[in-house]
């Protein structure tokens, strides 16, 4: 038997969460299969191909799938989904769309938030926010599991001779359209993505300050920029931004807090940070107990100084 990575692609390229999962799934055990669903994917299916350690890869092309509606990505991996032991999503956006679907149907418990493989059939996730580690053992004959990201190493995006099959597409199921969308343009790197992440706080005070304050520092360090829950709440930020429980689940090489106090749903997304510094005019503030480098001050006037400096 074999494990099953749902990938997750713009039908161009495949996106990094796809690497981290695939890690986790070598970790299961088995070959690793990559299912690339989509329309006009080929170019991603080849990419997928080139991902180190995986085997197999199946492309599945369909302009039913070209926008990855859960219904029809779900009915996708439903059709193969018994030849796999682990089918493996993403704990992104549009994994946790579809694999509760998946679970659904194959009657089977979702192991969620999945940080480490400890065997075959056990696996730590974070509850409470992170503050503590469940150790969950499942004896589903399928185990479907979404992997948070920050949990592992990303596989090697080159080095891989996959081979890749053609499977014939399910057909649209008709219970949801797509419309359209719009998206954020963004020259800065993904936040989920990026080695450095800048993120302001409620302090900030206002959306103005807040860009006059946070891009500086963010452009000198050629960083993503990031919010707390409460800068977002505020409108000092957009959605997308957002790093915690709520939000986006981050684990750059480098994290600056800005004005953040470091509430414990806040911590729950951004603690995995390699280095973390923290400025903080509030010596009692909660960031300080995570940080590696904590500078209690007026953040503004110790973040325009440090801009100079750099």
Known sequence: MANLVIAEHDNASIKGATLNTVTAALACGGDVHVLVAGHHAAAAAQAAAQIAGVSKVIHADSEALAHALAENVAAQVLAIAGNYTHILFPATAGGKNVAPRVAAKLDVAQLSDVTLVVSADTFERPIY??????????????????????????????????????????????????????????????????????????????????????????????????????????????????????????????????????????????????????????????????????LEADLFVAVPELVSAL
Not at 147 to 154: K, L, N, P, Y
Not at 165 to 182: I, Q, V
Not at 235 to 258: E, F, H, R
Request: aromatic fraction near 4%; include cysteine.
């Open 129 to 294: 926010a992170g503050n503590a580690i469940a150790t969950v053992q499942s004896k589903d004959t399928i185990k479907v599991l979404t992997v948070r990201t920050t949990g592992f190493d990303a596989a090697a995006a080159s080095g891989g001779s996959a081979s890749i099959e053609t499977l014939a597409a399910s057909a649209d199921s008709g219970k949801s359209s797509f419309k359209g969308s719009e998206i954020a343009k963004n020259d800065r790197p993904e936040l989920t993505a990026a080695k450095i992440i800048v993120s302001g706080g409620r302090a900030l005070g206002s959306a103005e300050k807040f860009a006059e304050i946070i891009t500086p520092l963010a452009d000198k360090l050629g960083a993503a920029m990031g919010a707390s829950r409460a800068a977002v709440d505020a409108g000092y930020a957009p959605n997308d931004w957002q790093v915690g429980q709520t939000g986006k689940i981050v684990a750059p090489q480098l994290y600056v807090a800005c004005g953040i106090s470091g509430a414990i749903q806040h911590l729950a997304g951004m603690k995995d940070s390699k280095v973390i510094v923290a400025i903080n005019k509030d010596p009692e503030a909660p960031i300080f107990s995570v940080a590696d480098y904590g």
